[in-house]
């Protein structure tokens, strides 16, 4: 999903209603919010932006306290062996908009570029789900990035 889509395709209003009934029920909820690989492809940073603020104050406005994570980088590499960062300026919106928004904020991008230069691209590369999906993780990379979160 983009930005735009979650909220057109209604997947906002459901998660609005999910975070309102947290709330209701007296727990602390907090909520991440992390997109960028698929507005990359449609819109520029600031496009994403807007609606990362959007989001924000939606999730205020039931009592949801966001979290803004900057995106998992993608494990491209260039033959040197230094990491290709296509994603930075949608990380950087989100670093801008949660510190506009005095938001919680997880910079998952730069530890997991921080992270994946260090093993380099072969080692890497074993956290794809298939061999050319330099994206999506298999079970290996989910455990790796998800104790980082």
Same mark, same amino acid.
């Given at each position: 999903?983009?930005? %735009?889509?979650?909220?057109?395709?209604?997947? *906002?209003?459901?998660?609005?209603?999910?975070? /309102?009934?947290?709330? #209701? +029920?007296?727990?602390?909820?907090?909520?991440?919010?992390?997109?960028?690989?698929?507005? *990359?492809?449609?819109?520029?940073?600031?496009?994403?932006? /807007?609606?990362? $603020?959007?989001?924000?104050? /939606?999730?205020?406005?039931?009592? %949801?306290?966001?979290?803004?994570?900057?995106?998992?980088?993608?494990?491209?590499?260039?033959?040197?062996?230094?990491?290709?960062?296509?994603?930075?300026?949608?990380?950087?919106? $989100?670093?801008?908009?949660?510190?506009?928004?005095? $938001?919680?904020?997880?910079?998952?991008?730069?530890?997991?570029?921080?992270?994946? /230069?260090?093993? %380099?691209? +072969? #080692?890497?590369?074993?956290?794809?789900?298939?061999?050319?999906?330099? $994206?999506?993780?298999?079970? +290996?990379?989910?455990?790796?990035? %998800?104790?980082?979160?």
């Amino acid at each position: 999903a983009t930005t %735009g889509s979650f909220e057109a395709s209604g997947l *906002m209003n459901i998660s609005l209603s999910h975070i /309102q009934s947290e709330v #209701s +029920n007296g727990r602390r909820t907090l909520v991440t919010v992390q997109f960028g690989h698929n507005d *990359m492809k449609i819109a520029p940073p600031e496009s994403m932006g /807007q609606n990362l $603020t959007e989001m924000v104050h /939606q999730i205020r406005a039931v009592g %949801g306290e966001p979290v803004l994570v900057t995106s998992l980088t993608r494990r491209n590499f260039f033959a040197n062996g230094t990491l290709d960062d296509v994603l930075e300026p949608w990380a950087e919106e $989100t670093t801008e908009i949660a510190k506009e928004q005095h $938001t919680h904020l997880l910079d998952l991008h730069k530890y997991s570029m921080d992270y994946v /230069q260090a093993i %380099g691209a +072969n #080692s890497s590369h074993c956290l794809n789900r298939t061999p050319d999906d330099n $994206t999506h993780l298999n079970a +290996n990379g989910t455990i790796v990035f %998800g104790r980082s979160v």
